[in-house]
């Protein structure tokens, strides 16, 4: 069955570093999601991104951050210069169509980031 | 305060035991998820609803948009159930989705 991955699946970062979380989503979708969540808290919406331009980004998704989909298959979320408070799971996530027509979202197992 | 909120936080039961976790929303939404994540951390969508009754298997979800509340029902609870249950809303047509905090089920065998 086809799934959304993303590496690394932890990664551990120097404060004021930059970090790029990869993300390959599944190959026939088209919409593509970055979502967020600090230890113990909700996930976070961060960014929705639609034929290469982002559509929509939440207050979190500050000009610290971008996105990019580099090739036909990986889409990148950077992190400039890190925080301690950026410490989360990072997940990826993709979807065939806008989820307003009913498609299922399929999320990727995550990616650890531990700013010290 | 939070657009979503869910009951009960913390959830224990016995297998075999009808299960049911709420959410209530107080924000105007086109849908409304119900999401699954393991202890491992990993996030698998259960049912999308924007109106009435949905069900998959043991697990039934249902929606009344006028109280702004859903329920997601578990039949013949299983200690593989055992899992947080987030509930989350969407208000736009892109995606933009509102997570609650999430429902931690533990089924006891």
């Known amino acids: 069955e086809p799934e959304v991955t993303q590496t690394p699946s932890h990664q551990v970062t120097q404060m004021g570093q930059e970090v790029i979380l990869r993300c390959v989503p599944i190959s026939n979708h088209l919409y593509f999601y970055w979502y967020r969540q600090i230890l113990g808290q909700k996930v976070e919406f961060l960014v929705s991104?639609?034929?290469?331009?982002?559509?929509?980004k939440s207050e979190i998704f500050d000009d610290q951050f971008s996105v990019e989909r580099p090739d036909g298959s990986n889409f990148t979320l950077k992190i400039r210069s890190t925080k301690l408070e950026d410490s989360a799971m990072y997940f990826c996530a993709s979807s065939e169509a806008p989820l307003a027509g009913g498609e299922t979202q399929y999320f990727g197992p995550g990616t650890r980031l531990l700013v010290l | 305060k939070n657009e979503v909120e869910q009951s009960p936080q913390n959830l224990t039961a016995q297998e075999g035991e009808f299960i049911t976790i709420n959410c209530s929303y107080s924000?105007?939404?086109?849908?409304l998820h119900w999401l699954q994540q393991h202890p491992g951390g990993g996030i698998v969508s259960l049912f999308m609803l924007s109106s009435g009754k949905k069900k998959h298997g043991r697990l039934i979800a249902t929606i009344n948009i006028q109280e702004k509340h859903s329920s997601l029902h578990i039949t013949a609870s299983h200690p593989r159930d055992s899992a947080v249950y987030i509930c989350a809303v969407r208000r736009g047509s892109q995606g933009n989705l509102i997570f609650g905090k999430g429902t931690k089920l533990s089924v006891k065998p």
């Open positions: 991104f639609y034929n290469n331009e982002i559509s929509e």
């Open positions: 924000v105007g939404i086109s849908a």
